[in-house]
């Protein structure tokens, strides 16, 4: 066993600490206070981290971008997480999606796509799944009830097809250039056998953004509905066969998990950083601090709070880096979506401590310790909900 | 005795307050525009309708003009009101619980007299206790098992000039119900003599200056309050001990802070398990399905465990004769009740969102208030790390010596 980063690895760790700690961390709270949903977002550190390859990280490097391996994704989520866990998803979004375009799509649709988003530093991607009536029955298709889940529904006429329907809770839905969507194309089948995925750019006749979701943690991140009237989409676009079975990013002809090898690494590589920055400022505060004139860090209670903290972090880190290594080996596991359900406890308690460790002061909360608390939450129904934990269960069994 | 079975007084006002609750503060507060954490403005209109139910005076004796609701009662009332609303449930109990000690125990006859007609009659009066000074946290957490030798004394001092009346020069922080009282119940150390006192002032007397806070992380509404040489009469000076008495340390209050946490984990509750009868997955309502039924569960048993605890805590100070005769442990009920509690609705207020999907984080839907609002009673102005120690010094029947004592 070898523990040791490569220098390549090394480095993309400390150019993403380097901007995390100089660009991201500076404007972060700024941005989790800013009231209304669609204002949280800063175009201005999207194109400064695009510059220096953030949002390209995982594109091929045929394609034009960086072909950097899981290990690095892992660590350059973990060091972007660490100064805010938002812009560190919004850029890794993208890496999720293009490994999908790596895998899943034509060589003359990658040409099409791949290329404009490698050259655009704000082209960014989304995927629309979740509908208001189908979230969990995606996920987890329930054997007696074949017709549920996502109703959005594409007919074939001549060389288009046309989408009708609504995505909700989409990621990057107000903010991207392109998106896959998963539609119905047989509705009379289950979903697995029923649905097919399309490539949609974001001005594409008949298609348009709603609402955008106010979420209470990760603020910068954009997340809206999507809505599709008569959307017309060329035959051209279809990812895959039609009505192929739901491919799933990072996956594709060399899938190694059954699963979404790289969107379940991402969550936990994400709470990772969280995790770290909890901790540092834990540490940081109870050293600093004094109370009745002693520091804080004196209590044993307070002591026995921070050793929780960085035993679960580390734990976390040994756990996020084995799944990075085992998805770089092409190892076969689970240990992806159990990494991800693990990281929900994790991060939740982790941040919950350093919320004790500090206290309220005066009649106010911190505002940076409320933030961290308040991103750890969204891992509950993204990361650590049961159907995501009997779904790894059942590709264990 | 011990007797949880509640008496038809008991069960008619939980009735009428839930309705209330229901009717009145639900529609208002459940609107998207007000389910902003960051946004909390306080409904006035609805505590002066809550003040024409009576609670706004629920504690205060009915020979005083109030409900003379006793512990268990209070509690009750603050659950339903926080199954609503924390800010209006944290508003009224606080004036309740110091009409009650006030009116009730501590001001003399003579200016009750004379200050009690203006306060019953205005819906809108509340009373604040202005006790906090900065920099005076509590020191538990390094005081454990050990005086606190170094602990300061209040610097709020009250004077008495030649015609009785008492000049008071104080900076009170982090007072509740500051920007809504009428009248403070303000601590002083008084010149030549031991321990603190304590002196009734109206708001608008002059030299009393508010300032509220923007955005207080506790329920309720709060600020800091400076007194610049401010003059009451000398009548307004409460019976000795009342500075203990409203402090209402020691563990064996009632548990009205914890009724309040109870009632939000109750909304969260309530929330969920409408939910998920309705919400279809997997071909039926999600409650139906083992992980959210188990989930729905664990919320249960959390709030009838905690609501135990709470109401135990409270009929015990309807009844400290339980205490001489053996009845009940002589630990400090209260803060076992808030350890629990606020540990217990954070988890069940987390569980109740999960069950909602992403819709759990929304700034528009209420689950994420309730997350908020478990985490703000978690988190309150008492930490959990130091009601450990409290409960922990009250087993080894360890005896801090009076602050007031040490300061001397």
Redesign the interface.
């Known amino acids: 066993m070898d523990f040791a980063l490569s220098n390549e690895q090394r480095d993309w760790q400390m150019t993403a600490r380097k901007f995390a700690d100089e660009e991201i961390r500076p404007i972060s709270l700024a941005r989790d ?1 800013i ?1 209304t ?1 669609r204002e949280t977002f800063d175009w201005e550190i999207v194109k400064k981290g695009s510059k220096l390859g953030f949002r390209t990280l995982a594109v091929p490097k045929e394609y034009g971008g960086h072909g950097t391996d899981f290990v690095t994704q892992a660590l350059v989520m973990a060091e972007l997480a660490r100064a805010d866990s938002a812009m560190s998803k919004t850029f890794s979004q993208n890496w999720k999606w293009s490994h999908l375009i790596s895998h899943a799509c034509s060589d003359e649709q990658k040409a099409r796509f791949l290329k404009p988003f490698v050259a655009d530093d704000t082209f960014l991607l989304g995927k629309g799944i ?1 509908e208001p009536g ?4 995606n996920r ?1 298709p ?1 054997e ?2 074949p017709k ?1 889940g996502l109703k959005l529904r594409a007919e074939r006429k001549g060389d288009d097809w046309i989408l009708n329907g609504e995505k ?2 989409i990621a990057n839905a107000p903010v991207g250039k392109l998106f896959f969507i998963d539609a119905r194309t047989d509705p009379s089948a289950p979903l697995r056998q029923g649905t097919t995925m399309f490539l949609v750019p974001r001005d594409t006749p008949g298609f348009r953004i709603g609402k955008v ?5 990760w603020r910068f991140y954009q997340n809206g509905e999507m809505i599709f009237e008569n959307a017309r989409v060329p035959q051209a676009n279809v990812v895959g066969q039609v009505n192929g079975a739901v491919r799933k990013a990072g996956g594709g002809g060399e899938d190694t998990t059954g699963g979404d090898i790289f969107g379940d690494l991402e969550l936990c590589a994400n709470a990772l950083g969280i995790c770290d920055d909890a901790c540092q400022v834990a540490m940081r505060h109870a050293r600093t601090v004094k ?4 520091y ?1 860090f ?2 044993q ?2 002591q026995l709070h921070i050793n929780k903290m960085y035993m679960l972090t580390e734990a976390l880190r040994s756990f996020v880096l084995r799944v990075a290594w085992e998805h770089d080996k092409k190892i076969r596991s689970c240990n992806a979506g159990l990494a991800m359900n693990f990281s929900t406890d994790v991060v ?1 308690q982790v941040t ?1 401590l350093y ?2 460790v ?3 002061e ?4 911190d505002h940076h310790a409320d933030k961290l ?1 308040r991103d750890a ?2 891992w ?2 993204l990361a650590g ?3 995501q934990r ?1 779904k790894v269960a059942r590709r264990l069994s | 005795m011990y007797n949880l079975r509640l008496s038809p007084e008991q069960l008619e006002i939980r009735d009428t307050v839930r309705e209330f609750v229901t009717r009145e503060v639900k529609p208002v507060l459940l609107k998207a525009d007000r389910l ?4 909390r403005r306080l409904p006035m209109h609805l505590l002066e309708e809550a003040s024409r139910l009576g609670l706004r005076t629920l504690a205060l004796s009915e020979d005083n003009g109030g409900i003379g609701a006793d512990a268990l009662t209070s509690c009750i009332v603050a659950e339903e009101l926080a199954a609503g609303d924390a800010d209006i449930a944290a508003v009224l109990t606080e004036t309740s619980r110091l009409a009650h000690l006030i009116f009730d125990r501590a001001l003399p006859q003579a200016e009750r007299d004379r200050l009690l007609p203006k306060f019953l009659a205005d819906d809108g009066a509340h009373l604040a206790f202005a006790d906090r000074e ?1 920099d005076t ?1 509590t ?1 538990l ?3 454990y098992h050990r005086p ?1 030798v ?1 602990a300061p004394s209040l610097a709020a001092t009250a004077v008495q000039a030649g015609n009785g009346d008492w000049v008071i020069t104080a900076t009170k ?2 007072v509740a119900n500051a920007p809504v009282a009428r009248a403070f119940a303000v601590t002083v150390k008084i010149a030549g003599r031991a321990g603190e006192g304590v002196l009734l002032v109206a708001a608008d007397a002059p030299g009393v200056i508010v300032a509220p ?1 923007a ?4 329920h309720g509404t ?1 600020g800091d309050v400076t007194f610049a040489d401010c003059r009451v009469p000398a009548g307004n000076l409460l019976a000795d001990g009342s500075a203990a008495l409203l402090r209402d340390a020691g563990g064996h209050g009632v548990p009205l802070a914890q009724a309040i946490n109870l009632g939000i984990g109750r909304a969260a509750y309530e929330a969920a398990i409408g939910y998920a009868k309705l919400r279809v ?3 039926r309502p ?1 409650a139906e399905h083992q ?2 039924g188990t ?1 729905l569960a664990n919320i249960a048993i959390k709030l009838e465990v905690a609501r135990a605890t709470i109401w135990q805590a409270a009929w015990a100070c309807d009844h400290p004769e339980a205490y001489a005769d053996r009845s009940l442990t002589d630990l400090p009920l209260q803060t076992i009740a808030q350890v629990f509690t606020r540990e217990a609705m ?1 988890e069940a207020a ?1 569980d109740a ?2 069950v ?3 819709m ?5 839907m209420p689950m ?1 208030k309730y ?2 609002d478990a ?2 009673c ?4 008492d ?3 130091d009601a ?2 409290r409960i922990a010094e009250a087993l080894l029947g360890y005896r801090r010596p009076a602050l007031a004592a040490a300061a001397e």
């Not at chain 1, 979701?213 to 943690?217: I, L, R």
């Not at chain 2, 902003?36 to 946004?39: G, R, S």
């Not at chain 2, 955005?215 to 506790?218: R, Y």
Request: aromatic letters at 4%; a negative charge.
């Open positions: 206070a009231p949903a979740s189908a979230g969990s029955d987890l329930p007696d009830d549920s909700c809770f979701f106010n979420k209470s943690g109370q009745g004139g002693r804080l004196e209590q209670i307070v939740q919950e919320m004790d500090r206290g309220v005066g009649c106010s909360m608390a939450i969204i509950s129904h909900d049961s159907v009997m | 902003d954490v960051a946004d900065a946290d020191r957490g390094v005081n606190d170094t922080t982090g806070h955005k207080a992380w506790p709060s997955q997997g071909g999600i992980a959210i989930k954070l987390k969102a999960e909602f999907g992403a759990g984080v929304m700034r528009d994420q997350v908020h985490r703000v978690l988190h309150g102005s930490s959990n790390r450990r120690l």
